[in-house]
């Protein structure tokens, strides 16, 4: 049997958190849960382990870099791989999620090729999860556009 990663996808827009997830699913990871807002992730993590973190930055009730910050002062979470795709590209607030520990920091909008493709690498840097362990009718060619 092979290993399927968790997944959480927060973002307070519904219809962004339907695309990245369809385009996890499409590229076969399927062990994925979404959250509205920080808060969520904050509730989801009391609960349960996850293998990587998608999040947006503004968000409301608390924010993504809010959300990065509890990750990573969290003993038990805060090794967790934790990418920020965010609308939010000023050069100051990259950098502070830089320093607060992000993993990786992708602009919207995002390309599904260029999604899923630095999902993947984020993903098996860690050993977590390859490419041949997909079923072959449910991988995609992974391109970075």
Request: with cysteine; glycine share 4%.
């Amino acid at each position: 049997m092979r290993y399927m990663p968790k997944v959480m996808i927060a973002d307070d827009i519904q219809m962004i958190r339907r695309a990245l997830k369809i385009a996890l699913l499409d590229a076969g990871i399927t062990g994925i849960v979404e959250a509205k807002n920080g808060l969520e992730v904050v509730e989801h993590l009391k609960q349960d382990k996850f293998d990587l973190i998608v999040c947006d930055w503004e968000m409301p009730e608390m924010s993504g870099i809010e959300t990065l910050r509890y990750v990573r002062q969290n003993a038990q979470h805060k090794d967790t791989p934790f990418v920020m795709v965010t609308s939010v590209a000023e050069p100051e607030k990259i950098r502070q999620a830089m320093i607060d520990g992000v993993t990786d920091y992708i602009v919207k909008p995002v390309k599904p090729d260029l999604f899923v493709g630095k999902i993947m690498f984020v993903l098996r840097k860690l050993n977590k999860f390859k490419q041949q362990d997909l079923d072959a009718d449910t991988v995609k060619e992974w391109v970075i556009s």
